[in-house]
């Protein structure tokens, strides 16, 4: 390997050190100021109450607390919450605690393989439930369980498993289910009802979704994320004689989560999707309206569904709606929004910071804004973790930053508690996520806008470099390269520019009298050559007298022509 | 090779001995608390702590070998000999990979035959075990090759921190990424390009 190539090595291993070392460095001190921005928060500004059964009016003589919930909770997680984002913590916890984050899409991963009784074998394509019949007894007799395994397929449900059964690909089905199961498969676009029971499983087919293309469903039943990140209840009063409206436990509906964060009713009888139960609601971002929210969007959610019921836990339940929460990215705004039977929103609120003081009018009293503008704006010390965040997000490599711009409206909510490159919670992925009428012009100026700071600096640091290069003598070529490279990735170019430039003293050119480089043949300054005296001796000699008289004599002259040492 | 592996081993054994020290307090622990019968695992803080000791051990060898051998000039002793500066340093290397398996491969063996006693018992148990395993290993190798790429400076404060400072952002990686195919990208990333550095000085520098 010869020298140039050996220093490219050099340089581009130092690159890729300094950029995942610094970028971790940056990681911590921007998830401090995340900390410590979620501790500005109040208490009240960390939940959301909000009234729906006001904003319903029903036929006379109705209770409208029989059609809405008189109240309805959403409160965010503790501060601790975002230790459980970190990788390491997330990864054990989603398999630990199956549905506690998005491990829910691949039932496979949620079920022990040993204990639990249901699980889904990919190479099959058939789910597996393992179960004990507690009814097989005589009288007055100890019980005994009689232990059973089916298997469960499209086609059908048997105690062993045959291809007469069909396979499922990538299905998904609601982790917390019992002996009944309701399973949506993706190829075939249909959902199926599996009833487990020991003398003989069966399951029902339900016809192919209509519109197939606008329904892709990602969670059936118990539609929730990251649990313990948000808080949702739905009070069910208890000094008041049945009916009451209470959380919907009959079997003949089921809400189904949407990819597009569109919540379906499922009809269970004909497996058919009965309509539109709601929607995530969107929570307020920093930088104001946010797009309509994907599951994908927010860290955390929560669906309740609500219903009527004459005897509490009796077979004839009506539908009454839902109530949905959702937890913002940075973790700082809860929304909460209550539904009717059809879908429509009855009210909404999200999570507010009440402010005492002077408006811009002049007007003293209170005002309310967003939980997470206040967190990033209004809130005493909440401007200089802003100003951190900013001067942080100015430090990481350029071209990061504007992938992060690109990429975020693809990434999943949770990855900025864990992405050490990217960074999907900056300002400029909240500007690429951000809803409204932006044109592509006016979202380009402020991702310009936010990463006018970290330009600067590497100009600054690009001007340093090429004033460094030539001065030590690097070709042309490098030093374009060397400028380029701390302009596009910033401080981890710059550090690497710093260790690997050739180290050695230089000497002062006799030309141009600054200092060129003792390896190079020419001066890189002035282009001079070495000026390398030339030993010839001179044709003169200087004789004293003794000397002439010794020149004189030939003879004399012939015997001392033996050089000695001293002329040497 | 082997002899300069043994000479290696002979040379650093005090530094060997110490990550595999992490690993055996971990066995131990494991297992006491499974003969008494005690129902909790080691907790996740303890196995955490001992895990960054684990790590602590494979940077200081990595920093050892190669500091010793600048401030002692090993290499350049053993440059007057039949062999070359690659082979010492492949010599060096191979030691620390040989210290890395004999400290984690008790470990894993000990989580197979005692589940749920060094890692919690989760589902997917053994899917869980290969993963945090892989991770852990590629983990503790970054942190001795950033003790390789550190301890070839001579000044000894420099040594200390950068040792201190980027030994706590490389273990941090894992804290951070998880146990997933990512982490294991960026932890391979780091290795590479950490050896490779080493490598480039450790082979230019002049005798």
């Given at each position: 390997?010869?020298?140039?190539?050996?220093?490219?090595?050099?340089?581009?291993?130092?690159?890729?050190?300094?950029?995942?070392?610094?970028?971790?460095?940056?990681?911590?001190?921007?998830?401090?100021?995340?900390?410590?921005?979620?501790?500005?928060?109040?208490?009240?500004?960390?939940?959301?109450?909000?009234?729906?059964?006001?904003?319903?009016?029903?036929?006379?003589?109705?209770?409208?607390?029989?059609?809405?919930?008189?109240?309805?909770?959403?409160?965010?997680?503790?501060?601790?919450?975002?230790?459980?984002?970190?990788?390491?913590?997330?990864?054990?916890?989603?398999?630990?605690?199956?549905?506690?984050?998005?491990?829910?899409?691949?039932?496979?991963?949620?079920?022990?393989?040993?204990?639990?009784?249901?699980?889904?074998?990919?190479?099959?394509?058939?789910?597996?439930?393992?179960?004990?019949?507690?009814?097989?007894?005589?009288?007055?007799?100890?019980?005994?369980?009689?232990?059973?395994?089916?298997?469960?397929?499209?086609?059908?449900?048997?105690?062993?498993?045959?291809?007469?059964?069909?396979?499922?690909?990538?299905?998904?089905?609601?982790?917390?289910?019992?002996?009944?199961?309701?399973?949506?498969?993706?190829?075939?676009?249909?959902?199926?009802?599996?009833?487990?029971?020991?003398?003989?499983?069966?399951?029902?087919?339900?016809?192919?979704?209509?519109?197939?293309?606008?329904?892709?469903?990602?969670?059936?039943?118990?539609?929730?994320?990251?649990?313990?990140?948000?808080?949702?209840?739905?009070?069910?009063?208890?000094?008041?004689?049945?009916?009451?409206?209470?959380?919907?436990?009959?079997?003949?509906?089921?809400?189904?989560?949407?990819?597009?964060?569109?919540?379906?009713?499922?009809?269970?009888?004909?497996?058919?999707?009965?309509?539109?139960?709601?929607?995530?609601?969107?929570?307020?971002?920093?930088?104001?309206?946010?797009?309509?929210?994907?599951?994908?969007?927010?860290?955390?959610?929560?669906?309740?569904?609500?219903?009527?019921?004459?005897?509490?836990?009796?077979?004839?339940?009506?539908?009454?709606?839902?109530?949905?929460?959702?937890?913002?990215?940075?973790?700082?705004?809860?929304?909460?929004?209550?539904?009717?039977?059809?879908?429509?929103?009855?009210?909404?609120?999200?999570?507010?910071?009440?402010?005492?003081?002077?408006?811009?009018?002049?007007?003293?009293?209170?005002?309310?804004?967003?939980?997470?503008?206040?967190?990033?704006?209004?809130?005493?010390?909440?401007?200089?973790?802003?100003?951190?965040?900013?001067?942080?997000?100015?430090?990481?490599?350029?071209?990061?930053?504007?992938?992060?711009?690109?990429?975020?409206?693809?990434?999943?909510?949770?990855?900025?508690?864990?992405?050490?490159?990217?960074?999907?919670?900056?300002?400029?992925?909240?500007?690429?996520?951000?809803?409204?009428?932006?044109?592509?012009?006016?979202?380009?100026?402020?991702?310009?806008?936010?990463?006018?700071?970290?330009?600067?600096?590497?100009?600054?640091?690009?001007?340093?470099?090429?004033?460094?290069?030539?001065?030590?003598?690097?070709?042309?070529?490098?030093?374009?390269?060397?400028?380029?490279?701390?302009?596009?990735?910033?401080?981890?170019?710059?550090?690497?520019?710093?260790?690997?430039?050739?180290?050695?003293?230089?000497?002062?050119?006799?030309?141009?009298?600054?200092?060129?480089?003792?390896?190079?043949?020419?001066?890189?300054?002035?282009?001079?050559?070495?000026?390398?005296?030339?030993?010839?001796?001179?044709?003169?000699?200087?004789?004293?007298?003794?000397?002439?008289?010794?020149?004189?004599?030939?003879?004399?002259?012939?015997?001392?022509?033996?050089?000695?040492?001293?002329?040497? | 090779?082997?002899?300069?592996?043994?000479?290696?081993?002979?040379?650093?054994?005090?530094?060997?001995?110490?990550?595999?020290?992490?690993?055996?307090?971990?066995?131990?622990?494991?297992?006491?608390?499974?003969?008494?019968?005690?129902?909790?695992?080691?907790?996740?803080?303890?196995?955490?702590?001992?895990?960054?000791?684990?790590?602590?051990?494979?940077?200081?060898?990595?920093?050892?070998?190669?500091?010793?051998?600048?401030?002692?000039?090993?290499?350049?002793?053993?440059?007057?000999?039949?062999?070359?500066?690659?082979?010492?340093?492949?010599?060096?290397?191979?030691?620390?990979?040989?210290?890395?398996?004999?400290?984690v491969i008790p470990l894993v063996i000990t989580a197979l035959v005692?589940?749920?006693?060094i890692i919690?018992?989760?589902?997917?148990?053994?899917?869980?075990l290969a993963?945090v395993s892989v991770?852990i290993s590629?983990?503790?190798?970054?942190?001795?090759?950033?003790?390789?790429?550190?301890?070839?400076?001579?000044?000894?404060?420099?040594?200390?921190?950068?040792?201190?400072?980027?030994?706590?952002?490389?273990?941090?990686?894992?804290?951070?990424?998880?146990?997933?195919?990512?982490?294991?990208?960026?932890?391979?990333?780091?290795?590479?390009?950490?050896?490779?550095?080493?490598?480039?000085?450790?082979?230019?520098?002049?005798?």
């Amino acid at each position: 390997m010869n020298a140039s190539r050996r220093y490219l090595v050099n340089a581009l291993a130092t690159g890729v050190i300094a950029t995942i070392l610094l970028c971790t460095g940056l990681f911590w001190a921007r998830w401090l100021c995340s900390f410590d921005r979620h501790l500005l928060l109040p208490p009240s500004a960390r939940e959301v109450v909000i009234r729906p059964s006001r904003r319903v009016a029903g036929e006379e003589g109705t209770d409208p607390n029989l059609l809405a919930p008189a109240i309805v909770t959403a409160a965010m997680g503790e501060t601790q919450r975002l230790f459980y984002g970190l990788g390491a913590a997330q990864y054990l916890g989603s398999n630990a605690f199956p549905g506690a984050s998005d491990g829910w899409r691949w039932l496979v991963r949620l079920r022990d393989e040993q204990s639990a009784p249901l699980r889904y074998d990919s190479s099959l394509g058939l789910f597996i439930y393992e179960g004990e019949d507690p009814y097989r007894h005589e009288r007055d007799t100890r019980p005994t369980h009689h232990k059973f395994r089916h298997y469960a397929g499209p086609n059908g449900a048997g105690d062993k498993p045959d291809e007469k059964l069909g396979r499922f690909s990538s299905p998904i089905a609601d982790p917390y289910a019992g002996s009944s199961l309701l399973v949506y498969d993706r190829g075939q676009k249909r959902f199926f009802a599996i009833q487990w029971d020991a003398r003989g499983s069966s399951v029902r087919q339900g016809p192919e979704l209509a519109d197939a293309n606008n329904h892709h469903p990602v969670q059936i039943g118990s539609i929730e994320r990251n649990f313990g990140a948000i808080h949702m209840a739905v009070p069910c009063p208890t000094n008041v004689e049945s009916p009451v409206l209470t959380q919907y436990f009959g079997g003949d509906r089921v809400l189904v989560l949407d990819a597009s964060g569109r919540i379906d009713l499922l009809d269970v009888q004909t497996l058919q999707i009965a309509g539109v139960a709601g929607r995530l609601p969107t929570p307020m971002s920093p930088l104001g309206v946010a797009r309509p929210v994907t599951p994908d969007d927010v860290v955390a959610y929560f669906a309740l569904p609500f219903g009527v019921c004459n005897a509490r836990q009796g077979p004839e339940w009506t539908y009454r709606g839902c109530a949905v929460a959702t937890l913002s990215r940075e973790m700082l705004a809860v929304e909460v929004a209550c539904f009717d039977p059809n879908g429509r929103v009855i009210e909404s609120g999200g999570t507010m910071f009440h402010e005492y003081g002077k408006s811009a009018s002049g007007r003293v009293g209170e005002s309310l804004r967003c939980s997470a503008q206040a967190a990033y704006y209004h809130l005493p010390g909440a401007r200089s973790l802003t100003s951190a965040k900013l001067i942080l997000e100015s430090l990481h490599p350029p071209v990061l930053v504007l992938a992060s711009y690109f990429a975020s409206p693809h990434q999943e909510a949770t990855a900025g508690f864990r992405s050490v490159l990217l960074l999907p919670d900056s300002f400029v992925a909240m500007v690429a996520r951000a809803g409204g009428d932006m044109m592509w012009w006016e979202r380009f100026g402020r991702v310009f806008c936010y990463m006018i700071p970290g330009l600067f600096f590497y100009g600054f640091l690009a001007e340093r470099v090429a004033r460094d290069a030539a001065w030590i003598g690097l070709a042309r070529k490098t030093r374009k390269a060397w400028v380029v490279g701390t302009v596009v990735f910033g401080l981890p170019a710059y550090v690497a520019y710093r260790l690997t430039r050739p180290k050695g003293t230089l000497v002062t050119c006799a030309n141009c009298g600054l200092g060129r480089r003792p390896d190079m043949e020419k001066c890189h300054h002035c282009g001079s050559v070495w000026a390398v005296p030339e030993l010839i001796p001179p044709a003169w000699r200087v004789l004293g007298e003794a000397e002439q008289v010794e020149a004189a004599s030939p003879s004399r002259a012939e015997e001392t022509s033996q050089p000695t040492k001293s002329d040497a | 090779m082997l002899t300069l592996i043994r000479r290696e081993i002979r040379d650093q054994l005090l530094y060997i001995a110490l990550p595999c020290f992490f690993s055996v307090v971990m066995i131990c622990i494991a297992t006491m608390s499974y003969w008494w019968g005690v129902p909790a695992p080691i907790s996740l803080a303890l196995a955490a702590n001992l895990t960054a000791g684990l790590f602590l051990g494979l940077c200081c060898l990595g920093t050892v070998q190669m500091h010793t051998d600048r401030a002692g000039r090993v290499s350049v002793l053993l440059s007057t000999l039949a062999v070359t500066r690659g082979q010492i340093f492949l010599a060096r290397v191979l030691v620390g990979v040989l210290t890395l398996l004999v400290a984690v491969i008790p470990l894993v063996i000990t989580a197979l035959v005692l589940p749920g006693q060094i890692i919690p018992q989760v589902s997917s148990y053994r899917h869980v075990l290969a993963a945090v395993s892989v991770t852990i290993s590629l983990a503790g190798f970054a942190c001795y090759s950033i003790g390789l790429l550190v301890g070839w400076r001579t000044n000894r404060a420099w040594v200390l921190i950068g040792s201190i400072l980027l030994l706590a952002l490389v273990a941090s990686l894992v804290w951070i990424k998880g146990f997933g195919v990512d982490a294991m990208a960026v932890l391979l990333l780091l290795i590479a390009a950490a050896l490779l550095r080493t490598w480039s000085q450790f082979v230019s520098t002049s005798l």
